[in-house]
């Protein structure tokens, strides 16, 4: 919650906290980054209401907020995403910065590339495809074995609703 958004995001996807500041981000195969959504996009966006731009990207990302975990890098540092290219524009920005995940996973100087501009752009997005820069850090990390991860999206059922859940280096044998 902040003074945007008083009671907070309710999205689907997963809860990030990103130089702390408490995202939601969605699986992404087509890009090997993770693309998060800079409060600028919102700021410019003059089609919608402040909340409702910043509520449909599952919360947007300030980086002129103070934060020691956070530092500008250049766009050429990302990892190559030519998929990500196609149907989107290219990233307006990009840094280094501590993400952790619900599991208590924190991760510290991790690539995000930063969506300035694209108004068809819904949610921050987890890059998960085939050269995934977060799969590549779970492994180097000692997090994971293996480059993978598994996804049960969850069900909306009236009479038997179930939480969605990630994953990463294996699959949930229960399901």
Same mark, same amino acid.
């Given at each position: 919650?902040n003074?945007d958004l008083? $009671?907070?995001v309710?999205s689907w996807?997963?809860q990030?906290?990103?130089s702390s500041?408490?995202?939601c981000?969605v699986?992404?195969?087509v890009g090997?980054?993770?693309?998060i959504?800079?409060?600028?996009?919102?700021?410019?966006?003059h089609?919608?209401?402040?909340?409702?731009? *910043?509520?449909?990207?599952?919360?947007?990302f300030?980086d002129?907020?103070?934060?020691s975990? $956070?530092?500008?890098?250049s766009?050429?540092s990302?990892?190559?995403?030519?998929v990500?290219?196609?149907?989107?524009?290219p990233?307006g920005?990009a840094?280094n910065t501590?993400?952790?995940?619900p599991s208590? *996973?924190? *991760?510290?100087?991790?690539p *995000?590339?930063?969506?300035?501009?694209?108004q068809n752009l819904?949610?921050n997005?987890?890059g998960?495809?085939?050269?995934?820069?977060?799969?590549?850090s779970?492994?180097?990390?000692?997090?994971?074995?293996?480059?993978s991860?598994?996804l049960f999206?969850g069900?909306?059922?009236?009479?038997?609703?179930?939480d969605g859940?990630?994953v990463f280096?294996g $699959?949930?044998?229960?399901?």
């Amino acid at each position: 919650p902040n003074i945007d958004l008083q $009671y907070g995001v309710d999205s689907w996807g997963l809860q990030l906290s990103v130089s702390s500041q408490y995202l939601c981000s969605v699986p992404s195969l087509v890009g090997n980054n993770t693309v998060i959504t800079e409060t600028e996009l919102c700021t410019q966006d003059h089609s919608s209401f402040l909340a409702p731009c *910043i509520s449909r990207r599952g919360g947007t990302f300030n980086d002129e907020q103070p934060s020691s975990s $956070y530092s500008n890098t250049s766009v050429q540092s990302l990892a190559p995403d030519p998929v990500w290219n196609l149907f989107y524009p290219p990233f307006g920005g990009a840094g280094n910065t501590t993400v952790q995940f619900p599991s208590g *996973i924190t *991760i510290p100087y991790f690539p *995000i590339a930063l969506a300035l501009e694209g108004q068809n752009l819904n949610a921050n997005q987890l890059g998960l495809a085939n050269d995934s820069v977060l799969l590549r850090s779970f492994v180097s990390a000692g997090l994971s074995s293996t480059m993978s991860f598994s996804l049960f999206a969850g069900s909306q059922s009236t009479t038997h609703p179930r939480d969605g859940h990630m994953v990463f280096g294996g $699959y949930d044998a229960a399901l």
